[in-house]
């Protein structure tokens, strides 16, 4: 078994590091008997594993750890980002090219929103791109109804309370009018749940499009909805502070896939 309860590192986070699951997939494989270390099914999470371990997956040798990857996704509207949806709907990871490694979503953009999505195969890297500290600026196209003024988004400047939830002060911009909708470009730090769109309707007006256009120095860009580009290895250890001790993987792209009409 493994040498300390206390060296190495934990065997879900090691699973998660080799692309097998995420670290809460992986506790469940384990309490499914299917993960064995030395030749024993182990049945809790709670045993650290270092290099001299023999880990078995299924019966199969786990295969050695990744480098941590980091991937541009255009999430078009119409997709849950979730592995599994309880309703049956169409997720992104439906939609992701079948060559693509097993990978997490950072944060999420609900059913109707569409823009800038990052993906990573390394939970490590999820959880530092979404902790708060982190403190990016992600920006959005947003498309409201009505005929706002700019005077119309100084309390969310301010920061707004809305049901109860107080939400930080938001760079907001009056693009321009278009019919009987206008283009706000607004760039907020914090995540909350549908935060945008409630918070427009605080001030009256409500959102029929919202398309995140970038996630710190990470930009959307000329990315067609559907489509995948795998950030390069250097901008990410520059981005994120990692060793460099992988090579510079190639990008996987795809066209956008044609939907057959309902």
């Known amino acids: 078994m493994a040498k300390s309860q206390h060296a190495g590192d934990r ?3 090691v699973l998660a590091r080799a692309g097998v699951a995420s670290r809460r997939e992986a506790e469940r494989m384990i309490a499914a008997g299917r993960v064995a270390v030395n030749g024993k099914v182990i049945e809790s ?11 078995a997956v ?27 949806d309880p309703e049956g709907r169409a997720t992104i990871f439906d939609d992701l090219p079948p060559d693509l490694p ?15 999505l990052l993906l990573t195969n ?16 992600r920006k959005y196209r947003v498309r409201v109804h009505g005929a706002p003024k700019d005077e119309t988004f100084e309390s969310l400047r301010k920061g707004v309370t809305t049901d109860g ?9 009056l693009d321009r009018q278009q019919g009987a909708n206008a283009w706000v470009t607004v760039g907020l730090r914090e995540g909350k749940n549908r935060e945008i769109r409630r918070a427009m309707e605080a001030v009256g007006l409500k959102v029929n499009r919202l398309i995140r256009v970038s996630y710190g120095p990470f930009q959307l860009g000329q990315l067609k909805p559907g489509a995948v ?15 460099d001790g992988a090579e510079k993987r190639p990008k996987v792209q795809r066209r956008p896939r044609r939907r057959n009409s309902p």
């Open 102 to 116: 097993r990978v997490m979503s950072v944060g999420r953009l609900d059913l109707n929103s569409e823009g800038l």
């Open 11 to 13: 065997i879900a986070k």
């Open 45 to 55: 999470p709670a045993l650290n594993v270092t290099g001299s371990d023999r880990i």
């Open 122 to 137: 390394d939970g490590g890297v999820k959880r530092k791109l979404e902790l708060p500290s982190t403190g990016w600026l």
């Open 229 to 243: 580009e795998e950030v390069r290895r250097r901008v990410v250890r520059d981005q994120l502070g990692l060793d």
């Open 165 to 173: 939830e107080r939400f930080q002060p938001m760079q907001v911009t």
């Open 58 to 84: 299924d019966g199969k040798p786990l295969g050695a750890a990744e480098p941590e990857r980091l991937w541009l996704y255009h999430k078009p509207a119409g997709l849950v980002t979730t592995h599994r």
